[in-house]
């Protein structure tokens, strides 16, 4: 009798040994699984200058017809507010800067997958209400009846960066930068225009081309500011396995088709 029960004992003692086992060992199973990288998805989130937004827009469908499996969301802003959301870990995976100075910061960081890409060019252009007939020229902002005059933020926005150039060059800037109305981005300073609370606006002729509410006075000459650039790149920390696919694709002839009916230029390697 003793035997058997000494025997039923140790059975019992063994099978709860097997069991706490088996829960060590799954528990270690889902340690390690949490522990693993997220897995490579085929969402692609892509960081763009506000300017490019209706162009982006209008190509998103033709890439998801292509790649049906795929899908793309859209952060549009300022570039350097867009590159200082990259620097501090906003899950991006592909970055569209109006300016090549945003692009080679993040560049100087190792924040990039590989080298940028010059994607596109743009033209700044001397924008008034559509029914003003008070400028015909960068030169006339001195004068006092021009209060107000809307540029993109120096600072953040590519565009405002251009247009100081400009008025530097021209030997303005100090005359009329006590008019200056700041946008947080190139569409807003579109937009002060179009409702007439400013005399005028410096934008991207791609902008001035998206309203009928404002027309354009003057082109800047393309000597007075900087080459105009739209850079490309796929982020280093990105964990789409398309993001490198959608870039080629913004390279190729649909996508070139969209961007010059906007005005974009194409920039050349």
């Known amino acids: 009798?003793?035997?058997?029960?000494?025997?039923?004992?140790?059975?019992v003692f063994v099978t709860v040994l097997l069991i706490a086992a088996a829960q060590l060992t799954s528990t270690a199973l889902r340690t390690q699984q949490i522990a693993l990288p997220p897995a490579p998805t085929s969402t692609i989130l892509v960081a763009a200058a506000a300017s490019l937004q209706k162009?982006?827009?209008?190509?998103?469908?033709?890439?998801?017809?292509?790649?049906?499996?795929?899908t793309i969301n859209y952060n549009?802003?300022?570039?350097?507010?867009?590159?200082?959301?990259?620097?501090?870990?906003?899950?991006?995976?592909?970055f569209i800067a109006a300016a090549d100075k945003q692009m080679n910061d993040l560049q100087k960081q190792g924040l990039l997958a590989s080298g940028k890409i010059d994607l596109l060019t743009n033209q700044l252009v001397l924008i008034v209400p559509k029914q003003s007939t008070s400028l015909t020229s960068f030169r006339q902002l001195v004068?006092?009846?021009?209060?107000r005059i809307s540029i993109g933020e120096p600072r953040t926005v590519p565009a405002g960066q251009y247009a100081t150039e400009v008025l530097k060059n021209l030997g303005l800037l100090e005359q009329v930068k006590s008019k200056f109305v700041l946008g947080n981005n190139v569409k807003s300073v579109l937009t002060t225009v179009e409702t007439g609370d400013v005399e005028a606006g410096i934008v991207y002729i791609t902008d001035a081309k998206s309203s009928d509410k404002v027309k354009v006075v003057e082109i800047a000459d393309r000597k007075l500011h900087s080459p105009i650039r739209y850079p490309i790149a796929v982020l280093k920390s990105s964990k789409s396995i398309a993001a490198r696919q959608y870039v080629e694709f913004l390279q190729g002839k649909s996508a070139k088709a969209v961007f010059k009916k906007y005005g974009f230029g194409i920039a050349t390697p």
């Open 1 to 11: 009798m003793r035997t058997k029960s000494w025997h039923g004992l140790l059975s």
């Open 55 to 70: 162009a982006l827009q209008e190509i998103t469908p033709l890439y998801t017809r292509a790649n049906p499996s795929q």
């Open 76 to 94: 549009f802003a300022a570039s350097g507010v867009l590159a200082r959301q990259i620097e501090r870990g906003a899950p991006v995976d592909v």
């Open 143 to 147: 004068q006092p009846e021009i209060k």
